[in-house]
Structure formats: structure tokens, C-alpha cells
């Protein structure tokens, strides 16, 4: 049976981030499991579903991402066996560690919306969510110019959940521009009493969404659809309410943790990975320890949030060995949002909904048009040849 110092199972942006941090930092035995399947920029495909930005712009091979000196096996982990210390894969071998990073993202559940799969199948639904409908939510939002849309903003946990907003954005600007926003009715449904739950960002969301005449369905969720009737009926506040004559539906599915790692999850819905939000070290398994969407770290996930989790984890990781404190997570996160097709701004916040700036030199959460031309154009840059080669960026 082969055996590495450390094993980190997937290959997303907090596993390649992890793994080529552990590298830079001297550690010399590090695996990463994960399929060969395109790595992508995930960020990006808000782009591609708002006409900025085509998929061959965010996608990677999986072979091009893995750090210099890491062995990649490229595979599916289907089990954790924790108390012999030992990974399993698809088809049955097994895989010995010191240390296992649980980093598989979450996995999108679209039977939880009774209708979804079918109503993408058809056309008349799709999300930037996933990368096979991007493309597709563009054409949309281009063909449309007249009648009834929904967008959504899904419930936590997801990855990033709050930038569902901003192809509901580049669409508004869109339309704008096309002169057809009148003729269009767009709706918005939220989990959130307001429209995230973020009072420095929703003062800023609010005047944008009355100005674009925009309904909103607060503390709701869509319960079910049916793009043969072109209907939605919402959940939670808006309980019943049947949203109809439905054109096309931009609908993000729920998320929860993978069911094969259930034994090692939260006992809750989500199913993500039952680590200490602070270490990331799991609660009851030794030597385990989780980050990115799939670890409970009691805050929304997001990309920008690994880079803090990475640089605290390498460092745990180490300190455990070494018998010393280790550190922690403060649950640093950021949502950015396009308020148009050239301005954006950037809500950053803690586990407790605070605003948390990362600079004091200027207010981030004002839309500029620098914003966007980082986020759209310089962040891509700095993910494939900074963030993936675990250099650390403040
Ligand atoms: C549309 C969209 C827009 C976003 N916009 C932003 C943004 O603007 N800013 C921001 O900060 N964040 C954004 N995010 C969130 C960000 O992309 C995620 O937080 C980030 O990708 C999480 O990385 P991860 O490695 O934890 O998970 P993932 O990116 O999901 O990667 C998980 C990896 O694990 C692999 N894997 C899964 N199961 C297994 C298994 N059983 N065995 C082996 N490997 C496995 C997968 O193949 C994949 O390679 C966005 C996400 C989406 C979807």
C-alpha cells in the first residue's frame, strides 16, 4: 500500500492552493486525489453567464494546476477510514497518510428543488452555478426581451452564493442598454430578510434593485418548478406563493457536503466537514482536517476566504507535529458583486455578518469601475500564477 506525509483530496482552489503552499513551506511527501476532470476558475463563470467572459478563459487541464514535486493521483476517494489512518479510492486501494485534508468543495443537489434538472434539461432554467448551463444563462439573458424572469440567491451552504447577484446585474445593464428593461418583469428571490443579510452591502444593493424594478421575495426559497407549466412556488416567508407565466427561471441549486464523508459531517443538512471553525482540525478524527466549501467553518464560503484558511492550515499542520499552539481562522469571507457591466464592489465580512475590511485606504463596498476590471481581469492572473502556486496574497 502506498503512503504519503500528507494527502489532500481535491484538486479545487483550496486543495492545489493548499498543496503548493505546503511545498513552498519545505514539505516534501504531498498527494492530491483528484479526478481528471478541467480545473476551473469558478469565479469566472459569473462572467460567462453575463456575456464578459467565455469559458476556455476560466478552464485549466487538471494535469497543468498540480504544484511542481506533489504526486497527483488522479482519482475519486471514496471512503475515509480514520483509525487506521487510511484513504480509500474508486476501486478499492487504499491510500496511508499523517495527515489527510478533506478539500472535495460541495456537491450541488438538484433533486432538492423538485423539477430543477428537468427545467435545465429543457432550456428554461439555468445558473451561473454550474459550468455546463454558464453559457447557456447568457444566451438567456441576450434572447430575452420582454416578459417574466426569476433569479435566485440560494441558502447557505454554497459556494459564494451571494454572486448569484451578479449576473442578475450584467442582465439589468443588458436589458438597459437593449431598451427592453421596461417590458421585462424580474424577480428576485432570497433566503435573506433583506437582500443578503449584510447592511453594508444591502444599502448599496437596495436603490440598484428598486432602480430596476426589481420584486423581491425576502426569506424565501424556491420549493419547486415546472417549466412545462412556467411556474415557481417558493418556500419560508412567501410559503405558497406561485410565481407564473415564467419565461426563464436563473435558478442556483442547494449544496451539501458529499455523502461518503457523512461520518465525518456535522449532524445537520448541510453535511459539510465537523471541524473546529478556528484549527480546521477535525473534532473527533485525528489528523484530519478540512477547508474550503466542504468544512463547517461557520461562515459563507468563498474563494477569497481560502486564502486566509490555506495560510492558517500549512501553518497547523506543522504546529501539530511540532507539538505547538496552533492558529487560527478568523472567518474572514468576501462576496463581490457587479452593480453594472463596469462597476463592482466588494462585501467583506466575518462569521458574524461584520464588515471586515481587508484596507482601510479605500471604502471597497463603493461600486467602481476598478473594481471590476481587478476582479474581472487581474484576479484571474493572480489565481493561476500566485494563488495556485501558494504564494500568499494579503
Ligand atoms: C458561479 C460561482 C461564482 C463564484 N464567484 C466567486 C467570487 O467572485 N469570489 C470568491 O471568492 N469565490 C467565488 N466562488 C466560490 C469559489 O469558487 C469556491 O469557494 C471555491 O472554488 C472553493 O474551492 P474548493 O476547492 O473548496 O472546492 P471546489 O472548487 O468545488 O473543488 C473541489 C475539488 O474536489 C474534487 N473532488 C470532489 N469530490 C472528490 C472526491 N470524492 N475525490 C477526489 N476529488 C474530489 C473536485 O473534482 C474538485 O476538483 C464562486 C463559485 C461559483 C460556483
Redesign the pocket.
Known amino acids: 500500500m502506498r503512503k504519503h506525509d500528507v494527502v489532500i483530496?481535491?484538486?479545487?482552489?483550496?486543495?492545489?492552493s493548499l498543496a503548493a503552499r505546503l511545498r513552498r513551506l519545505g514539505a516534501h511527501d504531498v498527494a492530491i486525489?483528484?479526478?481528471d476532470?478541467p480545473?476551473?476558475y469558478?469565479?469566472m463563470?459569473?462572467y460567462v453567464?453575463g456575456g464578459q467572459a467565455s469559458m476556455d478563459e476560466l478552464t485549466r487541464p487538471?494535469a497543468s494546476v498540480v504544484p511542481d514535486g506533489c504526486t497527483w493521483l488522479p482519482?475519486?476517494?471514496?471512503a475515509v477510514h480514520p483509525e487506521q489512518r487510511e484513504l480509500e479510492l474508486a476501486g478499492g486501494q487504499r491510500v496511508g497518510y499523517d495527515d489527510l485534508v478533506l478539500?472535495?468543495?460541495?456537491?450541488e443537489d438538484l433533486d432538492a428543488i423538485p423539477g430543477l434538472a428537468a427545467a435545465m434539461d429543457a432550456g428554461w432554467a439555468s445558473t451561473?452555478?454550474l459550468e455546463t448551463q454558464?453559457e447557456r444563462m447568457w444566451t438567456a439573458i441576450r434572447g430575452m426581451t420582454r416578459g417574466r424572469v426569476v433569479f435566485t440567491v440560494p441558502p447557505e451552504p454554497s459556494?459564494?452564493g451571494g454572486?448569484?447577484l451578479?449576473p442578475l446585474f450584467l442582465a439589468l445593464n443588458h436589458w438597459r442598454e437593449q431598451g427592453v428593461l421596461p417590458a421585462i418583469d424580474v424577480q428576485l428571490v432570497t433566503p435573506y430578510a433583506s437582500v443578503l443579510d449584510l447592511p453594508f452591502a444591502d444599502r448599496r444593493l437596495e436603490p440598484l434593485l428598486t432602480a430596476g424594478g426589481v420584486t423581491v421575495h425576502h426569506g424565501s426559497t424556491v420549493g419547486a418548478v415546472d417549466h412545462q407549466a412556467r411556474t415557481l412556488i417558493l418556500d419560508g416567508a412567501a410559503s405558497g406563493l406561485l410565481i407564473d407565466d415564467v419565461d426563464h427561471a436563473f435558478v442556483v441549486p442547494y449544496y451539501r457536503g458529499?455523502a461518503?464523508l457523512a461520518a465525518l459531517a456535522a449532524q445537520d443538512a448541510a453535511g459539510q466537514v465537523d471541524v473546529d471553525p478556528g484549527t480546521m482540525a477535525h473534532r473527533s478524527a485525528p489528523r484530519v482536517w478540512a477547508?474550503?466549501?466542504?468544512a463547517r467553518l461557520h461562515t459563507r464560503?468563498?474563494?477569497?476566504?481560502?486564502r486566509r484558511q490555506v495560510e492558517v492550515l500549512a501553518e497547523n499542520i506543522r504546529a501539530r507535529r511540532l507539538g505547538e499552539p496552533l492558529a487560527c481562522y478568523d472567518g474572514y469571507?468576501?462576496?463581490?458583486i457587479t452593480t453594472d457591466r463596469q462597476r463592482l464592489f466588494l462585501a467583506e465580512f466575518d462569521r458574524a455578518g461584520a464588515q471586515q475590511q481587508s484596507t482601510s485606504l479605500v471604502d471597497l463596498t463603493v461600486p467602481r469601475r476598478w473594481l471590476w476590471v481587478f476582479?474581472r481581469y487581474l484576479e484571474p492572473v493572480i489565481y493561476f500564477r500566485s494563488l495556485l502556486k501558494g504564494r500568499l496574497i494579503p
Open positions: 483530496v481535491g484538486g479545487g482552489n483550496a486543495g492545489i486525489v483528484s479526478p476532470r480545473h476551473r469558478r469565479p463563470l459569473n453567464a487538471a482519482t475519486t476517494a471514496v478539500a472535495t468543495g460541495l456537491e451561473a452555478h454558464a459556494p459564494c454572486t448569484a451578479k458529499p461518503w477547508l474550503g466549501d466542504v464560503p468563498s474563494g477569497g476566504a481560502l469571507t468576501i462576496i463581490p476582479d
